[in-house]
């Protein structure tokens, strides 16, 4: 059995994308912080079928359904997922659709991207998450489809990690592309740093940043609008650091940068347009 598995396993090997974090042009290098993320290619089954071996009482049957999502051996493979998602999203612009699975086996979060071509089903990505400074709808909060321009949508991960005092979430934003799924924005979304032994009064250095579609007359992009602030944890309650969005109260100052879809590049491109961040204009 076991060796069975890994022979399937290693059809699935991956490239890692690894690069100090930032806000970070949309292009393949670009880091992705806590978000491993591979484009090997490799056959699947259908996705029902693979869906219902991933929930299979029978080891052998579920690991080599978990080796297909990208899943590797170690102990936390040993279950049955948590949860299993199955869902079906037009990634391009030609209405065809893609395939996505996700399986949650806490705190680590795995998803594949498929498609159906001549006839066979093929994952041709998958990405993965240890998040486990989260909480809630864990699949729901890592896999998101969001609408993209020229009529597709975007698959939008969000994966975060951190350590003692830091906390830090990535975005990144993909669509499919001539056989592959290609990365097309990404950014810090989500950055926090809480250190007591730094010099000068106790404070938390906050980020915050968020992006969302736009169309500049007939071009469609977006806005990458964002938020640096800080604030003293001792002055503050102490459910603001499990409900994230209080510290939102903080944030008195925006900043926006703006982006078009470039057809050609086949990503976001920062350009010139109107600052959505400056105060409207006063009605007389």
């Known amino acids: 059995m076991l060796i069975r598995f890994i022979a399937t396993l290693a059809l699935s090997a991956a490239f890692v994308i ?5 806000v970070s042009k949309p292009e393949s290098k670009a880091d992705l912080g806590s978000l491993t993320f591979s484009r090997t290619h490799l056959r699947w089954p259908t996705p029902d079928s693979l ?43 030609d209405g065809e659709q893609q395939v996505i699975v996700a399986v949650d086996l806490g705190p680590m979060l795995f998803g594949a991207v498929a498609v159906h071509q001549k006839g066979v089903w093929q994952r ?12 809630g709808d864990l699949i729901g909060n890592f896999i998101h489809v969001e609408s993209g321009p020229e009529n597709g949508s975007e698959l939008v991960l969000r994966a975060s990690g951190g350590g003692t005092g830091v906390y830090s979430q990535d975005e990144a934003h993909f669509r499919y592309y001539r056989g592959e799924l290609h990365l097309v924005f990404s950014f810090v979304s989500h950055f926090r740093t809480c250190d007591p032994t730094a010099p000068g009064p106790y404070t938390c250095q906050v980020e915050r940043r968020w992006f969302y579609s736009n169309n500049w007359d007939s071009v469609p992009g977006g806005v990458l609008v964002e938020s640096r602030f800080s604030f003293s944890p001792n002055s503050e309650p102490a459910a603001e650091f499990d409900v994230r969005d209080i510290e ?20 976001y491109t920062e350009f ?13």
């Open 248 to 267: 939102l109260s903080h944030a008195k100052v925006f900043s926006c940068k703006t982006y078009k879809w470039n057809k050609e590049k086949f990503l």
């Open 18 to 22: 690894s690069l100090p974090a930032q």
């Open 272 to 284: 010139s347009a109107p600052n959505p961040c400056k105060p409207r204009p006063s009605v007389q």
């Open 124 to 135: 041709i990505a998958n990405f993965s998450c240890w998040c486990k400074y989260e909480s």
């Open 51 to 93: 869906v219902k071996d991933l929930r299979a009482d029978d080891d052998e049957t579920r690991f080599q359904a978990l080796a297909l999502i990208g899943v590797s051996p170690s102990g936390d493979m040993a279950g049955t997922p948590s949860e299993v998602e199955l869902r079906y999203a037009s990634l391009e612009t």
